[in-house]
C-alpha cells in the first residue's frame, strides 16, 4: 500500500537497488560502480505521487562521485551531501516551498551515511551545511 526504495548491500560490495510501489518493483542499476538515489523515482517517473519534485539530486551525486571514481572516501561523501548546485532543489537542500504547494516544505531533514567496509554509520541531523555528521559503530 506504500511506496518505498530499497537499497541492499553485500558483503563483497555488490548492491542492489529496489524501487517498490504496490502494483510493481523496478530495479536501479549502478554506474561505473556508483549508485545513487534520492527521493523520486527513477525507472518509472510517471509513478512519482509529486510530479513537481526535483528530479536533479541523485543525478548531481552521481557526477559529484564520478569525479573521484576509486578514490571515494566518507569525507569526499560528507562534502558532496554539503552541495548547493541547482538550489533550492540541492542535495543540500533547505527549507524552502515548492511552487504551487506552499503548505509542503521540501527540505533535507538528514543525511545518512554507510561505511560498510568499517562498520560505520555517520548521521548529520538537519541540512548538512548546518550541521555535523556523528559516527556509529554498527
Known sequence: CVSNN???????????????QPERMDQVYSQGGILTHA????VDAEADA???????????????????????DVPYIMECMKDHEYYPESICAHNTSLPGREMI??????????????????????????GEYQAYEL
Do not use: W, Y
Not at 527521493?39 to 527513477?42: D, K, L
Open 105 to 130: 516544505d521540501f527540505m533535507t531533514v538528514a543525511s545518512i551515511i554507510v561505511d560498510f567496509k568499517h562498520q560505520k554509520a555517520f548521521i548529520c541531523a538537519g541540512p548538512p551545511c548546518e
Open 6 to 20: 530499497i537499497m541492499l548491500v553485500g558483503s563483497k560490495g555488490q548492491v542492489l537497488d529496489f524501487e517498490v
Open 50 to 72: 509529486f510530479p513537481e519534485r526535483p528530479k536533479v539530486r541523485d543525478a548531481r551525486l552521481m557526477e559529484l562521485l564520478a569525479k573521484r571514481r576509486g578514490d571515494i
Open 39 to 42: 527521493n523520486h523515482f527513477v
